[in-house]
């Protein structure tokens, strides 16, 4: 079926929608990657199976839905009935027939499966009214987890290719252009670079073919905001990137997708086939002159081909190394020509800016950072998931409101944003307005949006030694700055995490991290040094220390600790003893144990299984 | 434009590295080659820029690849400049402490003993990638750089003998370090472990180019097949014997 004209497809999108209130009730699973993980295909199956032999009024399997993530990837696998938005969590198979009989059929409230609110540790009954869930704001991840992640049916009954219906039959490019600037949108792949100006220089150039790009190599540690999109609604990232190339005059986009997001790309693909077989995509969308192509490349994986310019040469067939960009990537990008790429999260706000207006858009969020935000919030924080915010709110907020504060109440430490190449921001900043500037004025940066909390028991030095470890592998090593000082920086740090550094060798971490600054050639060397450089701005101490007292307090730097049981605590339940690979504790069952230094490698294997914290860090 | 207070003028299009040493200022540049484009990874040709409309904001440039722009104010050699040539001097010696080239280059900025933990077994590899880049422009594309990082190394494809390799030793030749390995032994040459045989003059035997570069150039340059047969030595006696026998001729035809 094709659909030729906004007529058809507004009349499509009301068949949609009564095809799905054909069901009053509807059974939604999560089927990301986390509740996967936790065995959410099992309880697909599971619901289609019982489903099959019982007779249920108002229901049938057709009104159960395999949805992206739902963000809460900590309480998988999810669940949730609509309309009511009863909320279940770790959903076992043994219970489908329970939900079935009870909250199905009857409208009865499963307690064991809801929510327990860990701060006042009540049940919480309804999706929206979960502190996780509640302080959201979702733009991009609109439909994540709301609609089955392949089909476009769904899509359209949610409003979808609205946006780029309205932008291909009553706008003009350069209109969409002023919308997305109006809408004050600035790149979430980290930059921040206002978009509506980029697609504007890029639109304006009259060398041809131009090109359309949409950047999904997430490469950050802890980051999955754009999987989720990728996965969960792909065709809000198609009809980005139609309205992109509407925009700027390009026939041709390409998604570049790494290879370790397989369903990112299966999902893809298949949005892909849905939208052309309507029309939607290929020659003539929607009965208008306008072509688009959109084909896939997949990436190896590189951190480094996250960058604009390695991404081009990458999906050129090339080796993904960045080039100077004196002259822009807008100006001389895929196969030198005129290139605009943008992020997925970018792309999935594009269809609701035009649909609604820029001017609507540009009212959330703060004056210079509008809109939303997505954040993948992990570490030490009770809830952990994918949220989106808008732009404004507070570090405090996100962590205490939405991620419940810190697991078992131990103090916070650091929260870092940004990605490996962001920074770590103590305490004092906890009450900062997350917002591109905010953030890169105090030392870190918005990124693509990671947030690792930390608490107490984690220590900079080796926070930082984890991230310049990670920079150092994935440097590209075609600048020296880059190749050879992030690995010298690294090998300082564990210098520093050892005991085994200077106070000279302090001042000189500091002056190379400074000239790797200067003088790499791209993003990821120049901002390289920040997890070093963001540590000791905020906790210089520490490395202190670790340098002249051969101290680490958090009790995280092996060469630095010892572990030594406390006789009052340890009741003798031989569990350390279990655990320990290098036998070095000795002891009988209720009898007082004891750790033999000289054999014990201080892995903290002990420390972690033991039920009464008899074991001390000295 | 100006170079440190110097009013100097440019071609556009041109690079300011090129413009820079048209002055007679000597800036180092390990990564740059006239035979192919510019590469930027060896940091070292960097300098200040600004512009008097560009309100005292400065930033730092690889003058390799800049192009040259109207007014633009240039400074070369400034404490931050070579504050950052030290750093990456010190960094090279610290990868190759066993290079004479980076030895010599780091002593000119002061620099004798790196201040980092120097390389173990290091092949003394600066990494400019002018060898594959070079192999490339000469049509072969034989080796490529390896990896990435630290551990990034130049080398033919898997390791193996490289199969588009023609032993031309345009890898070896321009290596800044002279760090790429070959052995020329009677019509023999061996290179990344791969073995050619040379051809001999058949006028006076001297060993010239292998035989197998002889067949691309022939191919690419659409040669004779006979072109390498001799030198160029024994060509250019043969072209003035033929030359003379025409003079002779002409003489004789004119009496």
Same mark, same amino acid.
């Given at each position: 079926m094709r659909i030729t004209s906004p007529q058809q497809l507004e009349k499509l999108r009301k068949e949609c929608i009564a095809r799905l209130d054909k069901f009053p009730r509807k059974v939604l699973i999560c089927c990301g990657p986390g509740c996967l993980a936790s065995g959410a295909q099992k309880i697909v199956d599971e619901f289609k199976k019982k489903l099959k032999s019982k007779r249920i009024k108002n229901f049938s399997v057709e009104a159960m839905k395999e949805t992206g993530c739902h963000g809460f990837c900590e309480q998988g696998p999810l669940v949730v009935i609509?309309?009511?938005?009863?909320? =279940?969590?770790?959903?076992?198979?043994?219970?489908?027939?329970?939900?079935?009989?009870?909250?199905?059929?009857?409208?009865?409230?499963?307690?064991?499966?809801? =929510?327990?609110?860990?701060?006042?540790?009540? !049940?919480?009954?309804?999706?929206?009214?979960?502190?996780?869930?509640?302080?959201?704001?979702?733009?991009?991840?609109?439909?994540?987890?709301?609609?089955?992640?392949?089909?476009?049916?769904? =899509?359209?009954?949610?409003?979808?290719?609205?946006?780029?219906?309205?932008?291909?039959?009553?706008? !003009?490019?350069?209109?969409v252009i002023e919308q997305v600037k109006k809408s004050g949108l600035r790149g979430r792949g980290g930059g921040g670079f206002p978009t509506g100006r980029k697609w504007e220089s890029c639109a304006v150039l009259e060398e041809q073919p131009h090109y359309v790009i949409c950047n999904g190599d997430e490469g950050d540690p802890g980051a999955f905001m754009d999987r989720v999109i990728m996965e969960g609604d792909p065709h809000t990232v198609l009809e980005g990137m139609i309205i992109a190339a509407y925009a700027v005059g390009a026939n041709e986009g390409y998604i570049y997708v790494r290879e370790e997001y397989p369903l990112a790309v299966i999902n893809l693909q298949k949005a892909i086939e849905q939208t052309t077989e309507y029309g939607l995509l290929g020659d003539g969308i929607l009965g208008t002159d306008f072509n688009f192509q959109i084909k896939i490349s997949?990436?190896?994986? +590189?951190?480094?081909?996250?960058?604009?310019?390695?991404?081009?040469?990458?999906?050129?067939?090339?080796?993904?190394?960045?080039? %100077?960009?004196?002259?822009?990537?807008?100006?001389?990008?895929?196969?030198? !020509?005129?290139?605009?790429?943008?992020?997925?999260?970018?792309? %999935?706000?594009?269809?609701?800016?035009?649909?609604?207006?820029?001017?609507?858009?540009?009212?959330?969020?703060?004056?210079?950072?509008?809109?939303?935000?997505?954040?993948?919030?992990?570490?030490?924080?009770?809830?952990?998931?994918?949220?989106?915010?808008?732009?404004?709110?507070?570090?405090?907020?996100?962590? =205490?409101?939405?991620?419940? /504060?810190?697991?078992?109440?131990?103090?916070?430490?650091?929260?870092?944003?940004?990605?490996?190449?962001?920074?770590?921001?103590? +305490?004092?900043?906890?009450?900062?307005?997350?917002?591109?500037?905010?953030?890169?004025?105090?030392?870190?940066?918005?990124?693509?949006?990671?947030?690792?909390?930390?608490?107490?028991?984690?220590?900079?030095?080796?926070?930082?030694?984890?991230?310049?470890?990670?920079?150092?592998?994935?440097?590209?090593?075609?600048?020296?700055?880059?190749?050879?000082g992030l690995y010298q920086l690294h090998a300082l740090a564990v210098k520093v995490s050892e005991g085994r550094a200077t106070e000279d060798d302090l001042e000189l971490m500091e002056k190379l991290s400074e000239n790797i600054v200067l003088g790499s050639l791209c993003g990821l060397g120049k901002s390289g040094p920040n997890p070093f450089l963001s540590t000791v701005m905020y906790f210089r101490d520490e490395y202190l220390e670790h340098i002249r007292d051969k101290k680490c307090?958090?009790?995280?730097?092996?060469?630095?600790?010892?572990?030594?049981?406390?006789?009052?605590?340890?009741? /003798?339940?031989? %569990?350390?003893i279990g655990v320990c690979p290098h036998d070095a504790i000795t002891g009988a069952k209720k009898k007082l144990h004891t750790i033999d230094k000289s054999l014990c490698d201080r892995c903290g294997a002990c420390y972690a299984v033991c039920q009464r914290n008899a074991i001390k860090i000295l | 434009m100006t170079i440190n207070g110097k009013i100097c003028k440019a071609e556009e299009g041109e690079m300011l590295l090129a413009v820079i040493r048209r002055q007679g200022i000597d800036i180092p540049a390990l990564c740059d080659h006239?035979?192919?484009?510019?590469?930027?990874?060896?940091?070292?040709?960097?300098?200040?820029? *600004?512009?008097?409309?560009?309100?005292?904001?400065?930033?730092?440039? *690889?003058?390799?690849?800049?192009?040259?722009?109207?007014?633009?104010?240039?400074? *070369?050699?400034?404490?931050?400049?070579?504050?950052?040539?030290?750093?990456?001097?010190?960094?090279?010696?610290?990868?190759?402490?066993?290079?004479?080239?980076?030895?010599?280059?780091?002593?000119?900025?002061?620099? *004798?003993?790196?201040?980092?933990?120097?390389?173990?077994?290091?092949?003394?590899?600066?990494?400019?990638?002018?060898?594959?880049r070079i192999c490339e422009e000469m049509g072969f594309a034989a080796i490529s750089t390896i990896g990435r990082g630290h551990l990034k190394e130049v080398g033919p494809p898997l390791k193996e003998p490289p199969p588009d390799c023609v032993g031309c030793l345009a890898c070896a030749q321009n290596c800044p370090t002279h760090v790429i390995p070959y052995e020329d032994e009677g019509i023999y040459r061996t290179i990344w472990d791969k073995k050619f045989e040379r051809i001999q003059c058949s006028k006076c035997g001297k060993l010239g180019i292998t035989k197998d570069f002889a067949e691309a150039l022939i191919k690419m340059r659409g040669l004779g097949e006979d072109y390498f047969d001799i030198c160029d030595e024994c060509r250019r006696k043969e072209t003035a014997l033929t030359m003379g026998r025409i003079s002779q001729w002409e003489r004789e035809v004119v009496e």
């Open positions: 609509e309309p009511d938005g009863t909320f =279940y969590t770790k959903v076992k198979v043994k219970d489908v027939d329970e939900i079935i009989d009870k909250t199905i059929r009857n409208e009865e409230v499963i307690e064991r499966l809801l =929510y327990k609110d860990p701060k006042t540790g009540n !049940k919480i009954e309804k999706y929206s009214d979960i502190p996780f869930y509640a302080k959201q704001t979702r733009i991009a991840l609109r439909n994540v987890g709301k609609i089955n992640q392949c089909d476009i049916d769904e =899509y359209i009954a949610t409003g979808g290719y609205k946006g780029m219906a309205k932008a291909l039959t009553k706008m !003009k490019p350069k209109d997949r990436g190896g994986g +590189a951190f480094v081909c996250g960058e604009s310019s390695a991404l081009m040469k990458s999906v050129a067939g090339e080796v993904g190394e960045p080039r %100077a960009k004196y002259i822009r990537s807008v100006q001389k990008g895929l196969f030198d !020509k005129p290139t605009v790429l943008n992020n997925v999260e970018s792309y %999935a706000n594009v269809p609701v800016i035009i649909d609604r207006g820029g001017d609507w858009f540009a009212k959330i969020g703060t004056s210079t950072s509008t809109g939303t935000k997505a954040f993948s919030l992990v570490g030490k924080v009770r809830n952990s998931g994918l949220i989106e915010v808008p732009m404004g709110t507070t570090l405090r907020e996100i962590i =205490y409101d939405i991620g419940g /504060g810190l697991q078992n109440d131990r103090p916070f430490k650091a929260v870092q944003t940004g990605g490996p190449s962001g920074g770590c921001l103590p +305490a004092d900043k906890l009450d900062l307005s997350v917002d591109f500037d905010t953030l890169t004025k105090a030392g870190s940066m918005m990124g693509s949006g990671g947030m690792i909390v930390m608490d107490d028991r984690t220590c900079v030095v080796d926070v930082a030694k984890y991230f310049l470890a990670f920079l150092n592998n994935e440097s590209c090593g075609k600048c020296v700055p880059c190749r050879e307090s958090a009790g995280v730097c092996r060469a630095l600790i010892t572990y030594e049981i406390d006789e009052e605590l340890c009741d /003798g339940c031989m %569990a350390c | 006239g035979a192919v484009e510019p590469f930027g990874a060896c940091r070292l040709c960097m300098v200040e820029i *600004t512009k008097e409309s560009w309100d005292g904001w400065k930033k730092h440039v *690889t003058s390799c690849l800049y192009p040259v722009e109207e007014g633009l104010i240039v400074q *070369t050699h400034t404490d931050k400049v070579i504050e950052l040539r030290k750093t990456v001097l010190d960094l090279q010696l610290a990868r190759c402490p066993g290079s004479p080239e980076i030895q010599q280059l780091a002593a000119e900025y002061g620099i *004798t003993q790196t201040s980092f933990e120097e390389t173990i077994d290091s092949d003394n590899c600066i990494l400019c990638g002018l060898c594959t």
